[in-house]
C-alpha cells in the first residue's frame, strides 16, 4: 500500500496557530491530490509545538489513463485547416476518423492519454501545499527569501520509503526526523508511519494532540487526588498548553505564602497570563497556595529544579503583582475619576468620563422606572469604571470590574455597591453569569444600553462578522438581564432617553427604530435557543414594538399553548381561510373592508352570532392584553371558535347582494382585526395561506 509522510519541522509555532496550520496542509494537500487525479484511502495528522506531519495512506501508484476526443475541421476544408489540426494532435490522416453530424462531416481524433506516476506528480503537489499554509504572522530568517511563521529545521518527505525530491525555499526533503531537542535532537532515518510512530514514541513525543490532552489530564489528577486539591477548570489554558510541550509532564508547585493575600482572581490571572500555569483550590472553594505547571521533560532529579526554576519565577511575578495591589489600595477610588478623562472612550464619543456621565443619566432614569432608592445605584454607576486607571487593571486588562469591587470594599463602600462595580460588565456571553442583585442589573444595563445607542449614533454597527465594539454581546447582555430578572423596561423609551442624554441630533427616530430591530434580532435568536418557534417569535414581534422582552416572552409562551390546543389550532385554520378571503377581496376592488359591520345588514342567525361574540370579547382581549393576562387573553379567542366554524358552514361571504357581502368581509375583517390584537397570526406557521 503506497504511503506518503510529510513532516515539518520548525522552532516552536505558536499555541494558537498551530490548529489551524495542520489543517491548511491537510487540505491543501487533498486538493493538490484531487488536481492531479490521485486517489487515496485515508489521511492521518498530527502537530506539535514543532511539527506539522500528514502522511497519506493508500495513495495511488499513478493516475489512471483516459480516451480523450477532439474534433477538427470538416472534411471538406482546405488542406492547410486538416494539417494544422493533425499537427496539434500529434497524429496522421491514418489514425482520425470521420464523422457524420447534424452540422455536417467532420475529422474526429481519438487521443490515447496514458496514466501518469505518482512520484513525478507528487512534488508539485506537496510544495504547492506547504506554500499555501495561511499563517497570521509570517518571518524570514538568515538569507533565506522563503517566508514560514518559525524558522524550519528539517523536512522530511518519502513516498513508498524513499525520498520525495522536494523542496521549500533552501530546504530539501530527507528520510530522517529530528528527535526532542532536550533529548540530544538525533537524526533518526524513518521508513514509513509506523516506524515514524514508533520513533516518536520511543523518544517520549506524543505527536497526537489527543493523547498529550489525556496526559496532562492523567497525571494532574494523580497529583490532584495525592494533595486533596481540585483543579480550577480551564480549558482555554488546557488548549494552549498543548502547543507548548511534546513530552507533557505534569508538576505540582507551591506559592509563597506572603502573596496568599493578595485576591484570588490576580493569583489566578498572573499564573495564567505570564507563566501558564493551573490553579487549583481546596474543596471548600478557596485559591490553594499551589499550582500545577506542564514541563516539556521530567528531568534527571524527577522535576524538582523545574519546580523551584518555576516557583522562583512565580515569586518575582507575583511580587509585582502584590506591589500594583498594595499601591492602588493607597486611592480610592472617587479620587480616580478625574483620570478617566484623560482615557478616550472613542474619538467620536469622548472620554470614558463622558461615557460615565451618559450612564449616570440612564442609570437615574431606569431606577426611576423601577422606582429604586437610587443612591447607591448611582455611586456604584459613578464608580464603575474608575479602576480602569489603576495600576492592576492597566496590567492585567481582564481584571476590569473584578479590581474595582475589591477597592469599593478597601474604600468602605456598601457591599452592594462593590458587587454592582464588580458585576456590570456581565454578561459577557450566553454562558457567563447574569447579575441578579437590583444595583448590579441597572449599573449593568446603563453601561450597554449607552455602548449600544452610543455606536448606533455614530454609525459604528456591526457588519458581517465583524463587531469590534461587542455590541452583539452587549444586546444579549440586555436581553438576558431583562429577562431572567424578569424586569419589564420599554426599550424603546429607555434607547429615546439615551439618544436625548447623549444629544446625538435629530435622527433620533430613525436610529432608535434600527437599533430596536437589531435588538428584536438578537432575541428572536436567543428565544430559538430555548426552543421557541420562530414563526410565534415574529407573530408577537409584529404586534408588541415597544421593546418589553419579558412581555413579548410571555405572549409568545401563551401563544404557543394555544396553537397547541384544539381550539387554537382550528381557529388559525379559519383565521387563514378569512384572510385568504379578504386578501383576494381586497386585491380584486383595490379597498379594504376595516368599516365597522353594520349589525342591521346581518342577515343570518350565523353571523348575527359571530358578531356577538366578537364585540364581546374584544374588550375582554385589550384588556387582558394591557394587564399582560396573555393566557386569559388567548382563552378569550377560544371562544370564537364555535361561531366561526358556523359562519364558514352556513354563510355564503360572496353572495350576489352586494351589501350583504360587503358587511360579510367587514365581519371577516373583525375576526382578523381582533386575533391581531395578539400576534399576527398570518405569520404563524402550519396551513397554507
Request: a neutral charge; hydrophobic letters at 40%; proline letters at 3%.
Amino acid at each position: 500500500m503506497s504511503e506518503l509522510l510529510l513532516e515539518i519541522i520548525s522552532e516552536e509555532i505558536p499555541a494558537g496557530m498551530q490548529t489551524r496550520a495542520i489543517t491548511d496542509l491537510e487540505i491543501n494537500l487533498i486538493s493538490g491530490l484531487k488536481e492531479v487525479s490521485l486517489g487515496y484511502d485515508k489521511v492521518e495528522k498530527f502537530v506539535t509545538p514543532r511539527r506539522l506531519t500528514v502522511s497519506i495512506i493508500g495513495l495511488a501508484q499513478k493516475t489512471e489513463g483516459f480516451k480523450e476526443e477532439r474534433r477538427g475541421p470538416k472534411t471538406d476544408a482546405p488542406e492547410k485547416a486538416v494539417h494544422g489540426f493533425l499537427n496539434s494532435v500529434g497524429l496522421t490522416i491514418n489514425d482520425i476518423e470521420k464523422r457524420k453530424t447534424d452540422k455536417g462531416e467532420f475529422f474526429y481524433a481519438v487521443i490515447n492519454v496514458p496514466g501518469q506516476n505518482a512520484v513525478d506528480l507528487l512534488p508539485t503537489v506537496v510544495e504547492q501545499a506547504i506554500k499555501k499554509i495561511s499563517w497570521p504572522k509570517s518571518m524570514r530568517w538568515s538569507n533565506h527569501t522563503v517566508r514560514w511563521v518559525r524558522p524550519i529545521n528539517n523536512i522530511l518527505c518519502i513516498f513508498n520509503g524513499n525520498i520525495l525530491p522536494i523542496k521549500f525555499g533552501p530546504f530539501a526533503a530527507c528520510d530522517f526526523t529530528i528527535s526532542h531537542r532536550m533529548l540530544g535532537s538525533r537524526k533518526i532515518k524513518i521508513k514509513d508511519l509506523q516506524d515514524y510512530k514508533k520513533v516518536m514514541k520511543e523518544g517520549n513525543i506524543l505527536i497526537d494532540r489527543k493523547e498529550r490532552r489525556d496526559r496532562i489530564i492523567e497525571e494532574a489528577t494523580a497529583l490532584l487526588e495525592k494533595e486533596g486539591l481540585r483543579l480550577v477548570n480551564d480549558d482555554n489554558l488546557l488548549e494552549e498548553v498543548l502547543g507548548l510541550v511534546e513530552k507533557p509532564v505534569v508538576l505540582m508547585g507551591s506559592i509563597d505564602p506572603e502573596f496568599m493575600d493578595v485576591p484570588s482572581e490576580v493569583l489566578v490571572t498572573t499564573m495564567k497570563k505570564n507563566q501558564k500555569y493551573f490553579s487549583l483550590t481546596t474543596p471548600d472553594g478557596r485559591l490553594a497556595p499551589k499550582f500545577l505547571v506542564v514541563a516539556n521533560q521530567l528531568g534527571k532529579d524527577g522535576g524538582a529544579a523545574i519546580v523551584a526554576g518555576n516557583e522562583k519565577v512565580l515569586r518575582a511575578r507575583l511580587s509585582d503583582a502584590k506591589f500594583f495591589w498594595e499601591q492602588d489600595k493607597k486611592k480610592r477610588l472617587e479620587s480616580r475619576l478625574s483620570q478617566l478623562n484623560n482615557i478616550t472612550f472613542h474619538a467620536k464619543l469622548g472620554s470614558l468620563s463622558n461615557k460615565v456621565d451618559r450612564m449616570v443619566k440612564i442609570a437615574t432614569r431606569i431606577s426611576d422606572i423601577m422606582d429604586l432608592d437610587n443612591k447607591n445605584v448611582l455611586t456604584a454607576v459613578r464608580l464603575a469604571k474608575a479602576d480602569l486607571s489603576s495600576g492592576m487593571v492597566i496590567e492585567f486588562p481582564n481584571l476590569q470590574g473584578i479590581m474595582g469591587g475589591y477597592y469599593a470594599i478597601n474604600d468602605g463602600e456598601p457591599q452592594l455597591v462593590a458587587n454592582a462595580i464588580r458585576e456590570h460588565y456581565s454578561p459577557m456571553g450566553p454562558s457567563d453569569s447574569c447579575p441578579t442583585e437590583t444595583i448590579s442589573v441597572v449599573v449593568a444595563l446603563a453601561d450597554k444600553i449607552d455602548s449600544l445607542i452610543s455606536f448606533w449614533a455614530i454609525n459604528e454597527k456591526p457588519t458581517g462578522s465583524k463587531d469590534p465594539f461587542g455590541l452583539r454581546r452587549a444586546a444579549l447582555g440586555i436581553i438576558r438581564l431583562l429577562i431572567e430578572n424578569k424586569i419589564h423596561l420599554s426599550l424603546k423609551n429607555i434607547f429615546d432617553d439615551a439618544w436625548d442624554i447623549g444629544e446625538y441630533g435629530s435622527l433620533k427616530r430613525e436610529v432608535v427604530d434600527d437599533l430596536l430591530s437589531f435588538c428584536a434580532d438578537r432575541l428572536k435568536i436567543y428565544m430559538k435557543s430555548s426552543g421557541k418557534r420562530h414563526d410565534l417569535i415574529a407573530a408577537v414581534f409584529s404586534v408588541k414594538k415597544e421593546g418589553d422582552f419579558v412581555k413579548i416572552l410571555s405572549c409568545v409562551d401563551a401563544l404557543s399553548n394555544f396553537i397547541e390546543s384544539d381550539d387554537g389550532s382550528n381557529l388559525l385554520v379559519a383565521y387563514k381561510r378569512a384572510t385568504n378571503i379578504l386578501r383576494i377581496e381586497e386585491k380584486k376592488g383595490q379597498m379594504e373592508f376595516d368599516d365597522l359591520v353594520n349589525a342591521d345588514q346581518l342577515d343570518q342567525i350565523e353571523e348575527i352570532e359571530l358578531n356577538r361574540v366578537l364585540t364581546k370579547i374584544i374588550s375582554k382581549v385589550v384588556s387582558n392584553l394591557k394587564y399582560e393576562k396573555f393566557n386569559t387573553a388567548m382563552s378569550d379567542l377560544s371562544h370564537l371558535r364555535s361561531p366561526v366554524d358556523n359562519f364558514f358552514e352556513n354563510v355564503t361571504v360572496n353572495c350576489e347582494d352586494r351589501d350583504l357581502r360587503l358587511n360579510r368581509l367587514r365581519l371577516l375583517s373583525k375576526i382578523r382585526s381582533t386575533m391581531n390584537k395578539v400576534a399576527d397570526f398570518s405569520q404563524i406557521e402550519g396551513v397554507d395561506n
